[in-house]
């Protein structure tokens, strides 16, 4: 039978991920700083414990789904945190998207201990991971990565190689500014759209056959009705507006530190920050579609 897989942070994603391993067969033990989180998992046989270091006594491959960099640092290297009670020759798993030095740090402090870290960041979304049809971006030693793969192809579609570690944050945050760039770009073609008068339905779909088309327009267009796809912005279910300004905050000390251009990153980022200040912290990335109308004095 199948050694337990450790599961830290049971959020939006956390936990889909963490029930597709169950379902592959992998006994799950769990935490999460907040209790009630693990009970839809403990619901399914998952056993849940008060801390990550209590989880990295009993397994040997463990996986952190946590929001930003912080929260990865605490995880880790906290009071109570995976590398106090962590055994030598235990894979560690990153899912996260965090700042790729932050990446290199849990390296190094994880190789001290004897262990094995590698960033897998996802793309896809809650939907994807439901699904188990999420994109891993993994860096780390390339001769980990099979170890890994076997876990991470329970949870995705797609486990794509991308480097030393810190690689696959690089290549999550580069996705991530892309996604903003189209997202924002397909709320403000939609409304535009409808303020000429066209239905947004029939206006997604000439997009979606023409040169406009991108995942936001086809995928995840966030014009009310045009499809079930996207949380409703009264949920706070998906993809946060938080958690999008931070990865578009990643993208810009990224640019900074490599001397790049990203105009469109730049504002995309502004953009998010300031709905965070408005109200929007905690609703789905789609929800700019509603900012934007907002801001016309809707
Ligand atoms: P979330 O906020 O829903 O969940 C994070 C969970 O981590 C929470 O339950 C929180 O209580 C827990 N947590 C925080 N600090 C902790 C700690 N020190 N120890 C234990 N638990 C802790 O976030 P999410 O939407 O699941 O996203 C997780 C990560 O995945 C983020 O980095 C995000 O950028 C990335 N991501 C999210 C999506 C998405 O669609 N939601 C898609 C791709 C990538």
Redesign the pocket.
Known sequence: SKTAVGF???????IPMALNLLKSGYPIIA????PE?GKELQDHGAQILDT?AEVAEKADRIFT????SP?VI??YT?ANGILKKIKKGTLLID????DPSVAKEMALASEKMGAVFMDA??????GAASLAQLTFMVGGLEEEFTAAKELLGCMGANVLYCGQVGAGQAAKICNNMLLAIGMIGTAETMNLGIRLGLDPQLLAQVLNMSSGRCWSSDRYNPAPGVMEACPPPTTTW???TT?MA??LGLAQIMATSTLTPIPLGSLAHQLYRTMCARGYANKDFSSVFQFLREEEGQ
């Open positions: 830290i942070g049971l959020g939006n994603m956390g935490t999460d700083a907040f989180s990550p789904m946590l929001p930003s929260n605490e995880a906290g899912s996260s998207t965090i960041p996802v793309s896809g979304g809650v998906g993809f946060g958690l931070k990865d």
